[in-house]
């Protein structure tokens, strides 16, 4: 039977090798973490993170062939395949700050495997990493006299949050890198079986370890930067009256373009896009590459705009004054179906209203307890309700951030009868139905469009 260890028990980990578990049966799949709560949690069915499908997918192989475990140092040493699913997040000190991967948690998990291995093993980065990761991984893995040899492959994950379980299933295609080597080829192999075990062969890429290593990077930043350009755009709808989704829409249809990642919105946010796109731009930097290091810190650049411009309209629009006015925030977490608030572009625009002495009420019906751990500092001054009636009674302005589809469903009647006068909602999503919130009597903003309001 083949043994797969995975360190890190997070938003990759957890749901990935899940699904391996359900899919291959036959091959037991070890979780293993240092965050206690964390692997407790994964044990009952209150399961650490929010993921529409996952615990089916966990209760159905959880015992059988999944477990989770403490025991870091046990589940590497069993494994044939040791996958390492740690967290890579922007250094915050030394060279690179602000822009380089942090790979502390990366290394260390090296040198674990190295000091505990008592067999050859396969090591898989899932973590998202820079171009050539796996040679330092190498130097690591095999210094000393340990006389293991170690085969190192990248298998970067695609899956977005909230559609974890369908991208896992169903994925447009599974990347792996492996050195051109007889034993990288071997290993490489030994991985594409797992994975056909349920995907079509077709749809597995095979590729060098760098090339895939970049994939990754790429595929992320060529995403968030659709994301910044339809939003750059939305700034030139609301001067010029044109209307962002009739744009994105025309746009959309031309087949070389596509529909996808075109919604105009608060900005993107989530734990990778920047962090991966400053990755991108600190390797062109290290490089000398400074010409592209400069395109893609754009992206970056553009979203921060977007979410400061939504505040200045908010503020612009309220009179220049916010002090003292009640504003609820309907959704903190960075996109729908997720508890996940990283990155969100909820954190910046509580930031800027609490900083105009704004009265802010957050509700999200998942990420209130990520939202209070995003806001340690302000937690005497920002209120968090579950019920998004209740945040906006005696409000002077709704601001949607995210686009949890039963916001959709809302008595928006019932919330502007018990909201303060003139009613401002502001929809960084564009989701709601804006004619029918300014007949109700609401001023109406939006993000791209035109707005509807009765204040002349
Ligand atoms: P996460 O923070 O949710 O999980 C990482 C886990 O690793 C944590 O639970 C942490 O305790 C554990 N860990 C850290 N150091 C450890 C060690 N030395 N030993 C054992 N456990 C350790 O992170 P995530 O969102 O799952 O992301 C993991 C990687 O996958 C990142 O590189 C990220 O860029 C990439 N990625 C994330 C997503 C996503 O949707 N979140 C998608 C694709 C790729
Ligand atoms: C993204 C990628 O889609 C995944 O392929 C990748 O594996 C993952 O990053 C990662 O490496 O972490 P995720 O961040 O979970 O997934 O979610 P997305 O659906 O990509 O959304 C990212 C952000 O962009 C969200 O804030 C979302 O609201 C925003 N977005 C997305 C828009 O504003 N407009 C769009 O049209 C699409």
């Not at 990366?106 to 980065?125: H, M, N």
């Not at 751990?373 to 409000?395: K, N, V």
Request: with cysteine.
């Amino acid at each position: 039977m083949t043994k797969i260890c995975c360190i890190g028990a997070g938003y990759v980990g957890g749901p990935t090798m899940a699904m391996i578990a359900k899919k291959c049966p036959d091959v037991q799949v070890m979780v293993v973490d240092i965050n206690e709560e964390r692997i407790a949690a994964w044990q009952t069915d209150d399961l650490p993170i929010y993921e529409p499908g996952l615990l089916d997918v966990v209760q159905e192989a959880r015992g059988r062939n999944l477990f989770f475990s403490t025991d870091v140092d046990q589940g590497i040493r069993d494994a044939d395949i040791v996958f390492v699913s740690v967290n890579t997040p922007t250094k915050t000190f030394g060279e690179g700050a602000g822009c380089a991967s942090d790979l502390q948690y990366w290394e260390l998990c090296a040198r674990r495997i190295k000091e505990v291995s008592t067999s050859d093993k396969i090591i898989v980065e899932k973590s998202t990493l820079p171009v050539r990761t796996a040679e330092a991984m190498e130097r690591v893995l095999h210094s000393g006299d340990n006389p293991v040899h170690f085969e190192v492959l990248s298998n970067p994950e695609f899956l977005a949050e909230g559609t974890a379980v369908a991208d896992l299933e169903n994925p447009d295609r599974v990347l792996i890198g492996g050195h051109e080597t007889g034993s990288g080829q071997k290993a490489l192999q030994t991985l594409v079986d797992i994975y056909a075990t349920w995907i079509p062969r077709e749809r597995i890429l095979t590729a060098n370890v760098w090339s895939s290593e970049l994939s990754k990077l790429t595929a992320n930043a060529f995403l968030a930067q659709r994301v910044s350009s339809i939003n750059a755009i939305s700034a030139l709808c609301e001067a010029t009256g044109a209307d962002v989704a009739d744009v994105a829409h025309a746009i959309g249809t031309d087949s070389r373009i596509g529909a996808k990642f075109l919604k105009a919105s608060i900005g993107f946010g989530g734990s990778c896009f920047k962090k991966d796109i400053l990755n991108l731009v600190y390797l062109c930097e290290s490089y000398g590459l400074q010409a592209p290091a400069d395109y893609w810190r754009q992206v970056v650049a553009m979203n921060e705009y977007q979410e400061t411009r939504f505040v200045k309209t908010m503020l612009q629009s309220m009179f220049n004054t916010i002090a003292g006015k009640r504003i609820a925030i309907f959704g903190f977490a960075f996109k729908a179906d997720t508890g996940d608030t990283r990155e969100s572009p909820a954190i910046r625009v509580c930031r800027e209203l609490a900083g105009e002495h704004a009265e802010v009420v957050v509700s999200d019906p998942k990420a209130l307890d990520n939202a209070r751990l995003e806001l340690p500092d302000l937690l005497d001054q920002i209120e968090f309700d579950e019920d998004p009636y209740a945040a906006a009674e005696g409000a002077h302005a709704i601001a949607l951030l995210t686009e949890w589809k039963q916001y959709k469903e809302l008595d928006f009647q019932r919330i502007y009868d018990s909201m303060t006068k003139p009613a401002f909602i502001f929809d960084g999503r564009n989701m709601l139905d804006h004619q029918a919130l300014f007949n109700i009597g609401f001023e109406v903003y939006s993000i791209g469009k035109g707005r509807k309001t009765h204040l002349k």
